[in-house]
Every structure is written in C-alpha cells, then in structure tokens.
C-alpha cells in the first residue's frame, strides 16, 4: 500500500481546544478519552495488585494491616473489573474501530455515546471517592456478599452505587453498539460480511444490555437495605443471603463472556491478518460467539457450589458450564487452522494473539476444573480460583487488550512504535505474568484459601515467587507503555495499511480524518478476510 | 480531496428505525430491571405465603383498582395521540397527550394517599409498628415500597418523556413525517403502564 501523499485533516485536528475533546461526539475521541481513563485505572489497579503480593511475600504483617488488606483486594477487584475489564475492549476499540470496519463515520447515537463516557467518569468518581469520604473502600470483596456488605462499616454504599453507574454506562454502550451493527453497515456489507470483531462485539452487546439491569436492581436493593436499615438478605430479619449471591452472579458470570468475548474478537482479526490468510471456519468463529453469550446465561450457579444448593441444580449447572467449552474450543481450533499454512508474520500483535490463547488456554483447562462438581468443592475459594481467572482475565482478555493496542496503534496515531523494544516488552510480560500466576494454581491445590491476609509457612517459597513474577510483569508493561508513548509522539508515520489488513478500518487514512472515510470503503470480493494473494512484507 | 463527500450510512443521519430500535432495547433493560424484583417476590412469596395473604388484606384493592383504570386508560390516549400525530392531527395529538399526563398525575396523586395511609399505620420500613411485625409481613411492605416506588418514579419519568414530546410537537421537531419520538415515549409508557398490570395483581389481588 502507498501512503497517499495529499494532504487532509485528521480527526486530532479537525477541532482544537479541550472543549472540543470533552463535549466531542466523534467516536474516536471518545474511544480516546476513554483510553486515557481506564489504561490510568488499570494503572491504579495493578499497583494495589503489587501491594497485595508485597504483603503476602512472607507470612505474617510485612508492609500493611488485615483491614487495610481487605480493602486493597476489594477496591482491586473494582477497579479492574468495573473500571477495566469489563469497559477495555468494547468502550476502547469498539469504539473506536466498529463504525471503521463497518465502514460508516460514527456509532449510531453519538450523543448517548457521550453519555456512556461520562457515566464511567461518574462511577469512577463514586469508587475512588470511597478512599476519601465515609469509613475507608469497602471490605467486601468485588462480589459484595450479603449479609456482611449490608453490616460492615466501610463505604460499601458508595462503591455499590458506582457499579450501578457503571453499569448503565455499559448498557448503554451495549445498546449503541447493536443498533449500530443493525443500521449503519456499508452497503452491500450483510452480517456474514462483517469482520468477526463486530461479530464479537454484537455478542457482548446483547449480553451488556440483557444482563447488566439484573445486577442494577440488586446493588439497589443493598443500598436500600443499607440507608433504611431493612433488608431482604440479610437472615436475622428473614432474607435470604444465597438468593443475593443468585442475583449477583446472574449478571456477574454473563459478565465474564462481556470481558471474554471482544478479546476473542481482537484475536479474530490479528490471525487472519497476520497469516495472510482467510480465516477458517468464518461462521463457526461468528455463531460460536453468540452461542458463548446464549449459554453463559445459565451457567452462574457453578460459583455457588458450596453455597447451598440442590444436588440436581448443581449438576445441571455444571452441564452447561462444560457446554461452554464447546464453542469456546471451536475459536481455538479455527484460530490455529487459521495459521496453519498461512504466510505467517510475526509481529507484535500476533505474539499477543498466540499468548491469550496459549494463557486462556489455561485459564480455560482450569475453569473445568472448577465447574466440576467433586473438583471444585475441593479448590473453592483457593488460589486455585485466583490463579484461574487472572489467566483469563488479564492472561487472556488483558493480553488481547495490549495486543489490540499494538494492532490497531498506527491506525489510531498514525505512527510507528519501536518493535524490537515492542517484543522485548511482550516477553518480559509474558514470562512475569506466568511466574506470578502459575504458582497460584499450584497453591491452591496445596490447600492455601483466597483472600487470606497471613498464610502457613510451607506456602511461603510459592508465594515469593508468585511476588517476584509481579515484580517482572510490571516491568514489562511500563516498558511496553514507556514504548508505545514514545512511538505516539515521536514514532515514524506510519502507512495507512501497515499490515496488509483488508477489513475496511484499513482503507482509510492513519490516523482516520473525522468523516472516517473519504469515499466509499470497498467491501473485500468473497468474504471479509478474502486475501487476494499472499504479501511479503518488506521487513 | 473531495470534502463534500458523505457516507449514505452515517451515524449522524437521522434514522426512524435505529431510534426505535434502540428503544426497544432499553425496555428489554427495564424488564430486566423490574424482573430481578418479580425474582425475589416469587422467592418470598413461597417461603411467606400465609404472611404475604395476611398483609396484602392491608392494601386498599379499590384505590389499587382505581390507579389501574387510570393507566390502562392513559395508555389508550398516548396510542390514540402517536395515531393522530401520524394523520396530521397536531393539536388532538397534544391534546390528548396532556391527557396521558393528567392520567399520570392522578395516579400519583391516588399513590400520596395509598402511601400516607401506610405511614399513618406503621407499615413503613423504619417505623416503629412495622419493627413489630412478623418476618414475612415485613418482607411483603419492603417489597411492596421498593417495587411501587420504583414504579411510580417511572410513571413520573414517563411523564417528563412526553412533555418533551409536546414541546417537540409545539417547536415542530415532532412532525407527522417524523413522530418516532412520540412513538418512542409511547413504547415507554405502556411499558409503565405494563408493569403495573402485573405490580397491581402480584401485592392486591392474589389471595
């Protein structure tokens, strides 16, 4: 691909002023401003993450109390679950990229848009603002259990609210997305001819508006019984405790498939891309995802194995929670059919691809483990647990984040980052995020329970382990994100097409002018990863 | 360069079908919103059923029927509006509009006192009387506030939604070839008017 040498206004200079970026209703911006706030959550969020392994270097009180403890794992688990996760993918690339590969200029309600953004800056503000105001971050754990969030101190109303104001950012994000994806695609553009991150994003969007009211009411009804001093969960005034932990995980676990599926999206378009290749299994990939939002509905009883259920519900659960595997399996296979006889390049957004499967590989083992019912009842509430869904969370959709922000980076600035230093951060990454993690896995076979403070003395080698792979992991993402700010202020320009990708955000200028487009974008002849010959890049 | 270019598929234009579209999304999440409330009436229902018949004889069944009528016949005039809009009728449209608002109101009004009579008896979480109470009865008038109260802030944001249709209407950005927002405001307030077909049997009716 030539760089078009005519000159044109892109979408950072269309407009001037901070004005014009906090009221923008350009989807780009939006998806900008919110990448500045959620990478400086993750930011947050990860430093509470090195302080709490810090403490657990060795057994007993090494830098903080219990109670501060607990509040560092809660607002942990808030911040990047609410903050990060969940927003990462959808409100970043999904914004910024879905009205670009389906080649219109904007999201369907650009204005509503706005409001999303401004609901995450407002549940942002009621999170953080626990860390001033009331008795301290709340002391619950992300999940709020009833009865101890309805009788504990601590700010659990605040924080509550702001996963209620957090969630109606989301639908809303949800809703904008599914009414784009129906509406604004090209001409001639059908649903099979969508790239399979619209496909990926269509799926989390049903779940982001289907599921997110369900806990909306229930953080309501944990206000309620907080401010009135009535409740519905709490035993000693009749309620029922595991009827909360029902109404939690009705939305919390569909919500794993909101943090799961866009990042399956982002691997869909780095391997095809960078196998040159058709991606195998097109319809498989697309229906798979649906499929992972319809049964990840019926699945939220395998967190409460031990919570007190009947014997028949929780086998039933434990069906459908293998059943999930089976069209998560089918991505897998797809993906490496994908490459197998592509014109592989490796770059650094396919390493981040081939790490989120190699790690959501064994996020993904270990989860059956845990929906097995003779199995779990053993590592419940362990290190096991622990272990597991950060390889899925941050081994898998936060590598796939990482790996989107190398894969779309000259598209959104237009420029260049240095890959040599790209990859080096990658690898320290990848090696630090599995000596932190893998150890947890073992320990929680060992028996060692989650959110403990102190721990016995045989747990202590794997522990320091697990701290110093911390230790390299952040190392690697500072090095990565110290790279990536370098390349957007001073990195070479970058060609409108540096990957030789064909969906359609490719056609168009980097960075993109404020229109997206300047004349229709051509849809790929014969499907939308359609390769017209095999590319050699120049490198 | 060519700066007058326009994509055909912009998300600027406006687009009937995406607004209603995206409506209808929105009562999914109400629905849902109200459904995890319907959950855990069901849930208490069965494990209090003695307790939820006894409290539900201290509801007032004619302001409740009273309240229903009223709704069901508001939401005949916003239909009866949305149609009239579309044959060019403005002024029937705003009118019966105003209609569906006064409706609303009077509901609210029958509401004050329904729940004035609760206060005065003690039913009130909080209050001294209702400390009093057994498990179940409690559970029933926590339910019963919570769930008509979110109701009645939807009769009221319903309310506010059509008086911006009539503005809409009065400043001619609701026009009869392009009536989806009333359409819209429709949609959301049989939703209101829906919920309460259900809210009115579940805590008056069921004995």
Same mark, same amino acid.
């Given at each position: 691909?030539?760089?078009?040498?005519?000159?044109?206004?892109?979408?950072?200079?269309?407009?001037?002023?901070?004005?014009?970026?906090?009221?923008?209703?350009?989807?780009?911006?939006?998806?900008?401003?919110?990448?500045?706030?959620?990478?400086?959550?993750?930011?947050?969020?990860?430093?509470?993450?090195?302080?709490?392994?810090?403490?657990?270097?060795?057994?007993?009180?090494?830098?903080?109390?219990?109670?501060?403890?607990?509040?560092?794992?809660?607002?942990?688990?808030?911040?990047?679950?609410?903050?990060?996760?969940?927003?990462?993918?959808?409100?970043?690339?999904?914004?910024?990229?879905?009205?670009?590969?389906?080649?219109?200029?904007?999201?369907?309600?650009?204005?509503?848009?706005?409001?999303?953004?401004?609901?995450?800056?407002?549940?942002?503000?009621?999170?953080?603002?626990?860390?001033?105001?009331?008795?301290?971050?709340?002391?619950?754990?992300?999940?709020?259990?009833?009865?101890?969030?309805?009788?504990?101190?601590?700010?659990?109303?605040?924080?509550?609210?702001?996963?209620?104001?957090?969630?109606?950012?989301?639908?809303?994000?949800?809703?904008?997305?599914?009414?784009?994806?129906?509406?604004?695609?090209?001409?001639?553009?059908?649903?099979?001819?969508?790239?399979?991150?619209?496909?990926?994003?269509?799926?989390?969007?049903?779940?982001?508006?289907?599921?997110?009211?369900?806990?909306?009411?229930?953080?309501?009804?944990?206000?309620?019984?907080?401010?009135?001093?009535?409740?519905?969960?709490?035993?000693?005034?009749?309620?029922?405790?595991?009827?909360?932990?029902?109404?939690?995980?009705?939305?919390?676990?569909?919500?794993?498939?909101?943090?799961?599926?866009?990042?399956?999206?982002?691997?869909?378009?780095?391997?095809?891309?960078?196998?040159?290749?058709?991606?195998?299994?097109?319809?498989?990939?697309?229906?798979?995802?649906?499929?992972?939002?319809?049964?990840?509905?019926?699945?939220?009883?395998?967190?409460?194995?031990?919570?007190?259920?009947?014997?028949?519900?929780?086998?039933?659960?434990?069906?459908?929670?293998?059943?999930?595997?089976?069209?998560?399996?089918?991505?897998?296979?797809?993906?490496?059919?994908?490459?197998?006889?592509?014109?592989?390049?490796?770059?650094?957004?396919?390493?981040?691809?081939?790490?989120?499967?190699?790690?959501?590989?064994?996020?993904?083992?270990?989860?059956?483990?845990?929906?097995?019912?003779?199995?779990?009842?053993?590592?419940?509430?362990?290190?096991?647990?622990?272990?597991?869904?950060?390889?899925?969370?941050?081994?898998?959709?936060?590598?796939?984040?990482?790996?989107?922000?190398?894969?779309?980076?000259?598209?959104?600035?237009?420029?260049?980052?240095?890959?040599?230093?790209?990859?080096?951060?990658?690898?320290?990454?990848?090696?630090?995020?599995?000596?932190?993690?893998?150890?947890?896995?073992?320990?929680?076979?060992?028996?060692?329970?989650?959110?403990?403070?102190?721990?016995?003395?045989?747990?202590?080698?794997?522990?320091?382990?697990?701290?110093?792979?911390?230790?390299?992991?952040?190392?690697?993402?500072?090095?990565?994100?110290?790279?990536?700010?370098?390349?957007?202020?001073?990195?070479?320009?970058?060609?409108?097409?540096?990957?030789?990708?064909?969906?359609?955000?490719?056609?168009?200028?980097?960075?993109?002018?404020?229109?997206?487009?300047?004349?229709?974008?051509?849809?790929?002849?014969?499907?939308?990863?359609?390769?017209?010959?095999?590319?050699?890049?120049?490198? | 360069?060519?700066?007058?270019?326009?994509?055909?598929?912009?998300?600027?234009?406006?687009?009937?079908?995406?607004? $209603? @579209?995206?409506?209808? *999304?929105?009562?999914? %999440?109400?629905?849902?919103?109200? &459904?995890? !409330?319907?959950?855990? /009436?069901?849930?208490?229902?069965?494990?209090?059923?003695?307790?939820?018949?006894?409290?539900?004889?201290?509801?007032?069944?004619?302001?409740?029927?009273?309240?229903?009528?009223?709704?069901?016949?508001?939401?005949?005039?916003?239909?009866?509006?949305?149609?009239?809009?579309?044959?060019?009728?403005? $002024? @029937?449209?705003?009118? *019966?509009?105003?209609? %569906?608002?006064?409706?609303?109101? &009077?509901? !609210?009004?029958?509401? /004050?006192?329904?729940?004035?009579?609760?206060?005065?008896?003690?039913?009130?979480?909080?209050?001294?009387?209702?400390?009093?109470?057994?498990?179940?009865?409690?559970?029933?008038?926590?339910?019963?506030?919570?769930?008509?109260?979110?109701?009645?802030?939807?009769?009221?944001?319903?309310?506010?939604?059509? @008086?911006?249709?009539?503005?809409?209407?009065?400043?001619?950005?609701?026009?009869?070839?392009?009536?989806?927002?009333?359409?819209?405001?429709?949609?959301?307030?049989?939703?209101?008017?829906?919920?309460?077909?259900?809210?009115?049997?579940?805590?008056?009716?069921?004995?």
């Amino acid at each position: 691909m030539t760089v078009d040498a005519l000159p044109y206004t892109d979408f950072y200079k269309a407009k001037k002023g901070i004005w014009s970026w906090l009221f923008t209703l350009d989807h780009k911006r939006i998806a900008l401003l919110y990448l500045y706030a959620i990478i400086s959550f993750f930011l947050v969020g990860a430093t509470l993450g090195i302080l709490m392994r810090l403490e657990l270097f060795q057994p007993g009180k090494d830098i903080i109390e219990p109670q501060t403890y607990n509040q560092i794992f809660t607002l942990h688990g808030v911040i990047m679950i609410f903050l990060f996760i969940i927003p990462s993918i959808p409100a970043i690339f999904g914004n910024f990229l879905l009205p670009l590969i389906l080649g219109t200029d904007d999201v369907a309600f650009p204005k509503l848009n706005l409001l999303s953004f401004y609901l995450y800056v407002l549940g942002a503000l009621f999170a953080l603002s626990t860390l001033i105001f009331g008795d301290g971050p709340a002391d619950t754990g992300w999940t709020f259990y009833a009865p101890y969030s309805v009788k504990t101190g601590t700010n659990v109303t605040m924080s509550v609210l702001a996963a209620f104001i957090l969630g109606f950012s989301s639908i809303l994000t949800g809703l904008n997305f599914i009414v784009t994806i129906h509406r604004l695609r090209t001409p001639g553009m059908g649903f099979n001819q969508m790239p399979l991150f619209s496909w990926a994003l269509y799926a989390t969007s049903w779940i982001q508006v289907l599921a997110t009211p369900v806990i909306g009411i229930t953080l309501l009804m944990i206000v309620a019984e907080r401010v009135f001093g009535i409740g519905l969960f709490d035993p000693s005034i009749g309620g029922d405790p595991i009827l909360y932990q029902h109404l939690f995980w009705i939305y919390s676990h569909p919500a794993v498939y909101i943090m799961a599926l866009p990042a399956m999206g982002v691997v869909s378009e780095i391997i095809p891309t960078f196998a040159q290749r058709t991606i195998f299994g097109y319809k498989a990939i697309a229906y798979s995802s649906m499929a992972i939002a319809f049964i990840g509905y019926f699945v939220w009883g395998h967190h409460m194995f031990t919570s007190g259920m009947s014997g028949p519900a929780a086998i039933i659960f434990s069906i459908l929670t293998f059943l999930v595997a089976i069209p998560t399996s089918i991505k897998v296979f797809n993906w490496l059919a994908t490459l197998y006889k592509g014109s592989i390049v490796i770059d650094t957004p396919l390493l981040y691809a081939l790490a989120f499967i190699f790690n959501f590989l064994i996020g993904g083992l270990t989860g059956l483990l845990l929906g097995a019912l003779a199995a779990d009842v053993h590592v419940h509430d362990t290190y096991f647990v622990v272990g597991h869904f950060h390889y899925v969370m941050f081994g898998g959709t936060g590598f796939a984040f990482f790996g989107a922000l190398h894969y779309w980076f000259p598209k959104i600035w237009g420029r260049m980052y240095n890959k040599k230093v790209a990859n080096t951060a990658f690898a320290i990454f990848l090696i630090g995020f599995n000596i932190l993690y893998f150890p947890m896995l073992i320990l929680g076979i060992m028996g060692m329970p989650r959110r403990y403070y102190d721990y016995l003395p045989e747990f202590t080698s794997l522990n320091q382990i697990s701290t110093v792979g911390s230790w390299i992991t952040v190392t690697g993402i500072i090095l990565m994100l110290i790279n990536l700010i370098v390349a957007a202020r001073k990195g070479e320009k970058a060609p409108d097409n540096p990957w030789n990708g064909i969906t359609l955000e490719w056609q168009t200028k980097s960075p993109p002018p404020l229109e997206n487009f300047d004349k229709m974008p051509q849809i790929p002849e014969g499907g939308p990863y359609n390769f017209p010959n095999a590319y050699k890049h120049k490198h | 360069m060519d700066h007058t270019f326009h994509l055909p598929n912009s998300g600027h234009n406006f687009d009937a079908k995406s607004s $209603k @579209l995206g409506m209808w *999304l929105f009562l999914y %999440t109400e629905l849902l919103l109200f &459904g995890g !409330l319907f959950l855990v /009436y069901m849930v208490y229902r069965e494990l209090n059923s003695e307790a939820f018949l006894l409290a539900s004889f201290k509801l007032n069944v004619w302001m409740g029927t009273f309240n229903t009528v009223l709704l069901i016949t508001s939401s005949m005039t916003i239909a009866m509006s949305i149609t009239a809009l579309q044959k060019g009728n403005k $002024k @029937l449209s705003v009118n *019966l509009m105003w209609l %569906t608002i006064i409706a609303a109101l &009077g509901f !609210l009004v029958v509401k /004050y006192f329904e729940w004035g009579a609760k206060f005065e008896h003690g039913l009130v979480p909080g209050m001294e009387h209702y400390d009093t109470l057994p498990m179940g009865e409690r559970l029933y008038f926590y339910l019963y506030f919570f769930m008509t109260g979110l109701h009645g802030l939807h009769v009221i944001i319903g309310a506010i939604f059509i @008086l911006f249709v009539i503005r809409g209407v009065n400043k001619g950005t609701v026009t009869p070839e392009r009536y989806s927002l009333s359409e819209n405001a429709g949609l959301y307030w049989h939703l209101v008017d829906l919920v309460w077909i259900y809210l009115f049997p579940l805590f008056y009716l069921i004995h």
